[in-house]
């Protein structure tokens, strides 16, 4: 079960795996909106947590592959009340010790090695010098590679800043079906309609994202955005609603200008969706 | 219920891969695996690089932020207070980011997320650390940055721009940038505070700085009128004078000629229209770095004596002692030695100035020469005086050219080049945005400049009490959200001066930045 934790309003997913599984098996592709960690500063690639759209978070809950959820220890705690965590504290500050002394252990394990491995140079080093100054060899000072026992300065130690919460104790459900200040798109008739020709245009085995950098409600992907440029820029026209020529017009210009097509897309209050295309023909 | 939220798998690391995380590779390759197909045809080569591309993209993500401990600085979240306070020294980002207060050095939430998300520091909360996503839905959900705003905060910074949160009563108003104040309230520290979140109660509870300052004093009003631009003020301030003026009268208990309740007015006018002023800023804008005060004479009721050479009373009684300074008695006074005095100096003019004086002569004379004007004893008669001479003037017309259906666009003293006539029958007239800005009630629909932004080649030379100009203000708005009016752009264009506002758009994640453009239509004559 995929958790999607909202946050004001918007699907995140924080876990590589699900966002993974999001992907290839359910087609959903989504934005990536946090800080990659291995290279933070720079916007070319971005890395978790994976923003979905409310459509897609709701596809997912509808197909019962996903469950929205929403951390509950946010609050700050009231006056005079510190909640007892001294179990939890005294756990992590157990396991930061013991990792220490592990990394220590290792970290001294792999000197050792190292000079093991380098033990003829050092001892030529050692030969070259000793005649430099004019000293008497002296062999058993040789056996002396490690003078002292390592210690792995407290500093050095590797510590993990991880990306998704340790333990999922605090979660609480959130409803997709009502309206509520963590999910408040449900009803919104914009939101309806958008939802219905996004179902409708991924049941036919699209990739869909989002469609603001042309100037429409969704790209539409014959195949995964990785490796495929758009077809179709979808904007969705309910019935009824007035259509302005002019942004008409804009719309098609628009599509003309990138190579895509414009799908006008209209769902209807009896449950059918009308779509329309538009392809600049030129004048034959 | 408990089955389904179990941790898929705990991303922790054990000690061994934690060491070796200390040779990981740094370089982010490019999915460069050709130009990107049309469309889908089944075969195996696009299968392959999909499933390459993919492989990248998922090992990428797939990583976890190991950091040595020694180089990450600790801090710990303050949810009271709303800020993160640093528990070990600052690194090299206390440069650009973060302020002091009491003696310690904190970061607002929005800089110490992005940190976090750098590896930079090591967010603690009730003695425990916070995970990234613990971290953006502790602080980001107190409501003083909202995932929007953070969103856009750290787009920026990833990019090297130096973000910082927009305080309105630090900019400087175009007055006070053209008497050179700006210099003077920087140096003060009059701006020193701006680092403070605005919505930060102790603000408010801060005395106002220098009260015998009379230059900030009628500064600050000044900018009140700028920025609040609320209407009541100058009416309130012109209704005021009438009143008075003539409370003055009665109150002076001296003998004094008609000149004297303009003079009063005239001097009561600056701090009656600051008081307004104080009061109207004093609503509108809870959160001012200075407040002005209101002075303690009530201007209205002091009377300054008359000392021209047409008052004819030349005896000052004793002043009130309450207008004097303690060690100082005031007595009475016969000014008439003085009157002999004042303003009987000849004046000595240079050669150079004689012989400009001769020049204008000829063409030129003194409004005050005139025998009709001296004749007016207030400026009513003598606006009255220019009304009969005008209409005299245009008395003195061709008939035969005026009295016709079609009459000339312009008088011959009137225009001085061709482009004054084109103005004469334009249709538009050019207008810039801050045209009538400042007189516009503060409803903004809800928008508000959220960052001023300042460019990444300035870090060398930032200052964090005085960051100078910005190079551009950020407006954080959602994508689907109406299109701002001409009346909230106007207003936002003015709070921010002289700078360009540029609208965020988020939608989803995609983030695209929109501001508007000036250029000017060309015009076909070169004035």
Redesign the interface.
Known sequence: MIRIHVLEGTALVWSAEEAREIRERFRLVGTLVGALARKPRQNAHLGLPLQLLPEEARLLAELGAAVLVRGTETQPPAEGEEPTQASEVEAYRRELEESYQEQQRLAGAEREALLARLAERIAQGRARRREQRGETPDTVEDSGLLDSPFVLPHDAMMVQLPTARRCLGQVERVDWTSPSPDWPHPGRPAHEARYRVFRELWGRGYYLSGGSKFGGDFLVYPGDPLRFHAHYIALCCPQGDPLPLRTLVAAARLGTGVKKTLLLCSPDAGGTLAFTSLQWSGLQ | ?EA?????????????E??A??T?????AQ?S?GQ?????DGSEE?AE??HR??EE??Q???????????S?VKAEWK??EGIVELKSPAGKFWHTMGFTEHGRQCLLPEEAL?L????SI?LFY????L????A???L???GTV??LQY?VF??LK???YIVLRFCPSAVPSQYERQLNLDSYCKSSGKHHRKRKRRSSPRLQAKKPKGSGNPPECEGTPKKASDSCGSPSHPASGRSCLPEKSKESDPASGEVESAQVPTDAAQLSKPPSRSKAQAEDYGKAAGDSCSGTHLPRWDFNRIAFPNMASDCPHTFLPQPDERLLPENVAGREADATRWRKLVNQKREKLSRKEREQRERESRYKSSVNADREVRRCSNWQEYKLLLKQRSQRRAGRRPSHLWDQPVTPLVKPDQVASAAAVLQQISVLQPSHILDGASRLQEDTEGMKIDFSVYQADAVANFKKNDPGKPYARMCVRR??EQIPSLRAVKQLACQSEDVPVIFA?V????I?FYSFKEFKLPVDIYH
Not at chain 2, 36 to 40: N, T
Not at chain 2, 60 to 70: D, F, I, N, S, Y
């Open positions: 219920m389904e939220l179990e941790p898929r798998s705990r991303r922790l690391f054990s000690p061994a934690l060491l995380a200390r990981r590779d740094r370089k982010v999915c695996q990107k197909d049309f469309i889908p696009q690089r999909l591309c993919r993209h998922w990428l993500l797939a990583e976890e932020r190991v950091e040595r401990l020694g990450l949810p009271r992005y976090l998300e750098c590896g090591q009730r003695d425990l650390p995970s990234i996503q613990e953006y839905e502790t980001l959900s107190q909202s995932l969103q750290s787009h990833r990019l090297g994508f689907d758009l939608d989803n994640g995609d695209a």
